[in-house]
């Protein structure tokens, strides 16, 4: 062989992005057709439609013994398929799982590898054949049912797209990824599918909604509950593209005396159980779920994990809610219906579509195998004709064959045979004279020419079409439906459980606490509910400003000066036995702020703020959570107006008693006083000098409480004279107030 010098008539002048674009556009071409999108009709990708034939050519059938899967990779790879021998296999392996594959198509023996993630032994180990859904894909490929083109070395034929009596594509989903495309299709149940096509079949233009009663949704080979809402399903299909969530299932083993055990029986798909345990027992070892003590793996054919809860009084259903948003209990499978139609152009398909295209595959295949049959029978016909002369003439024919040098013209001439004829006697056995009968030829005539007048009845009423149709999906439904262990439905439907957020009783574990906070804002949290008289030690020069109890599940509120609430978790709170932290490194508290409270927050409450400019308002407990170190503002400051006072407020306390440094005393109605999410508030009392020294609320029933001297409490409930409009002066308090103007706090 010559090579040619490159000379200015062999030189192609292009621009260089012209040429990628072009050879870039050509892998991405060769990606998408030949190697990650299936086909609508078949449900296939060229390596798995090569594989069945392969086998089928090897004669693989379900009945038939099994071959070693490197024969079969090897007469993929040698005829067919053109690449490495173990992705080839990687797809026959995946093909035999029942854990991957809603409904095998290969028949495997030996290890296959399994759920927990395993792979599967050497090919020259393994041995497979055909499962009867292969088959049903795989018949009347002889019959001229779909095309063939020659394979890459043009040395033999291959399938373009194979007969599919299974509706493949949706029964077993498919996966794939290419370039600047991709597609993910879940697995369904196969009886539910022949039931959509049955429905699609007597009514052509049925909606989407019409279809998903019949086919409710995915039916993972791995079980599973589907908690996606119903209208998401139907949006999906319409759309084509959508996700569903998958949870596993689970349930709870009584073990008496109140203990209990959960069991997940089934998790979802494409999850290795393997990997799934880890994680659960990661957050273990992290205490992340420290109500959840251990984490047994007792599987062996069927799946069963084991979750011991820490005690009794843990809730199932919270401590699986947080499991299902910490772990893969939970998980989304997408779903992206892009699929290549019959004339090979990729394209996203709603169900309906990809419903319609498997049923329009059927019709053809359903006509050329008609057409095909026809053609047999024709040419039965003839030859028994051939025959029925020659049974007649019988001796003559004899006497011609042995005598005439041109036999099979001259018997052509003398008995008005066509070329069919004259062959086929001529080709005869001298066995079969003597099932020569003319009964016999007939009653074989007249069968074939029943068979061909149904035939062509067929081929010209579209109406009998549908109707063999039907029959025969009313066969793979019978064959592969319900009744089956197959065919089962294996993923069940249910509702979520509406938990907007889980509650820390399912994380952590719930202990009784008392919180400690000292002036100079050094916080830690004793065991147990400690006694007014314990003895608390602080650091030299600091004392005690905050103490209360609380539960490790609570959330911890920090109101400071400058109007902003800080959120700190109990549990997260450093032991009492040193002298604790310091909050300002814990939350974004600035240097020249105070702390004006500490307290635990309670759900759906109320809190009463005050500036020092003597404005105020009530806010609901619920919108001062903060979810991050630099706090939540809410009341507006400036330099002449800092956060001074913070207060829960009860239910049942409808009054509010401000007292000034002017030592005016104005008691007025809370309703006064507005409800908000951050402001500066409104004036709560006039001043002519000073500001304001003190606020709380209480029950006009039970009347204004205060501490006088020796620690006795004076309570007085005839408050007539100082009740006034909020924003009055207000007058005097009773005789024996404090001097330093401070309510008691109730």
């Not at 892009?338 to 053809?364: C, I, S, T, Y």
């Amino acid at each position: 062989m010559t090579i040619q010098p490159d000379t200015p008539d062999n030189i192609v002048d292009v621009p260089l992005s012209d040429a990628l674009s072009e050879r870039y556009l050509s892998y991405a071409l060769s990606t998408i057709m030949s190697r990650s999108l299936p086909d609508v009709r078949d449900g296939l990708k060229p390596v798995h439609r090569r594989l069945l034939f392969a086998m089928q050519q090897l004669k693989l059938d379900p009945k038939s013994g099994f071959k070693k899967c490197a024969r079969v990779v090897g007469d993929v790879i040698g005829k067919y398929h053109p690449h490495g021998d173990q992705s080839v296999y990687d797809a026959m392996v995946r093909l035999a799982q029942d854990f991957a594959v809603r409904y095998p198509l290969v028949d495997g023996q030996g290890n296959f590898g399994n759920i927990d993630g395993d792979n599967a032994a050497a090919m020259r180990y393994t041995e497979a054949r055909l499962t009867d859904v292969a088959t049903a894909l795989l018949e009347g490929i002889g019959q001229n049912t779909v095309d063939f083109r020659e394979t890459y070395d043009g040395e033999d034929e291959e399938p373009v797209i194979l007969p599919a009596g299974f509706p493949n594509l949706l029964a077993n989903g498919a996966t794939g990824i290419a370039v600047g495309m991709a597609t993910s299709i879940p697995p369904h149940n196969a009886a539910e599918l022949c039931d959509g096509l049955l429905y699609l079949i007597k009514h052509p233009g049925a909606s989407i909604q019409q279809l998903v009663q019949r086919v409710q949704g995915p039916d993972f080979p791995t079980g599973g509950v589907i908690v996606e809402p119903q209208d998401s399903i139907i949006q999906a299909y319409q759309t084509g593209r959508g996700s569903f969530r998958v949870r596993a299932r689970w349930e709870v083993e009584e073990l008496g005396r109140g203990q209990y055990q959960i069991v997940i029986t089934e998790i979802p798909y494409q999850v290795q159980k393997s990997r799934l345990i880890e994680k659960i027992a990661d957050l273990i070892n992290a205490k992340k779920i420290p109500i959840l003590t251990d984490c047994l793996d007792e599987s062996a054919e069927d799946i069963r994990i084991v979750l011991e809860p820490k005690n009794r009084t843990v809730d199932a259903e919270m401590l699986m809610e947080s499991l299902f948003r910490l772990t893969d209990l939970e998980s989304r499978f997408s779903l992206n219906m892009n699929v290549l139609d019959k004339n090979g152009v990729p394209r996203v398909m709603p169900l309906n579509e990809a419903l319609q295209a498997f049923l329009d595959h059927q019709q053809e295949v359903l006509q050329r195998r008609s057409r095909y049959r026809l053609e047999k029978i024709n040419h039965r016909l003839e030859v028994l004709a051939g025959y029925l002369v020659a049974y007649l003439n019988l001796d003559e024919v004899i006497r011609i064959i042995r005598e005439e040098d041109e036999a099979k013209a001259v018997l052509m001439r003398t008995f008005s045979l066509t070329d069919v004829q004259a062959e086929a006697i001529l080709n005869m056995r001298l066995r079969s004279l003597r099932k020569l009968e003319e009964m016999e030829i007939r009653t074989e005539h007249s069968a074939l020419e029943a068979e061909k007048l149904g035939l062509e009845e067929l081929l010209a009423d579209v109406s009998l079409q549908w109707q063999k149709i039907a029959a025969n999906i009313k066969e793979i439904k019978k064959k592969f439906g319900p009744q089956t262990e197959l065919g089962r439905r294996r993923t069940a439907f249910s509702d979520a459980p509406v938990i907007g957020e889980v509650p820390l009783e399912a994380m952590i574990e719930k202990e009784p606490i008392t919180v400690i906070c000292s002036v100079k804002g050094w916080i830690r949290a004793m065991k147990g509910h400690v006694g007014p008289d314990t003895d608390i030690k602080y650091k030299e020069g600091d004392s005690g400003q905050f103490i209360f109890h609380a539960q490790t599940t609570d959330k911890i509120l920090l109101f400071a000066s400058n109007g902003r609430f800080y959120t700190l978790a109990a549990d997260k709170l450093p032991g009492g036995r040193g002298h604790g932290e310091p909050v300002r490194l814990m939350v974004e508290l600035p240097n020249e702020d105070d702390i004006v409270n500490v307290m635990v927050y309670r759900p759906k409450s109320q809190i009463l703020l005050a500036s020092t400019a003597g404005r105020g308002f009530i806010v609901e407990a619920d919108s001062v959570i903060a979810s991050t170190r630099n706090g939540k503002q809410t009341l507006n400051t400036d330099p002449l107006a800092k956060g001074f006072i913070c207060r829960p407020v009860g239910e049942e306390e409808d009054m509010i008693a401000v007292i000034g440094e002017n030592r005016k005393l104005l008691v007025f109605p809370r309703a006064e006083l507005p409800v908000m999410t951050r402001g500066r508030g409104v004036i709560l009392q006039k001043y002519k000098d000073g500001t304001i020294s003190d606020i709380c609320t209480f029950s006009a029933d039970e009347g204004l409480s205060w501490t006088i001297k020796g620690g006795r409490t004076r309570n007085e409930t005839d408050l007539t004279q100082w009740r006034g409009k909020r924003g009055g002066a207000g007058r005097m308090p009773p005789h024996g107030f404090p001097s330093d103007n401070k309510f008691t706090d109730i």
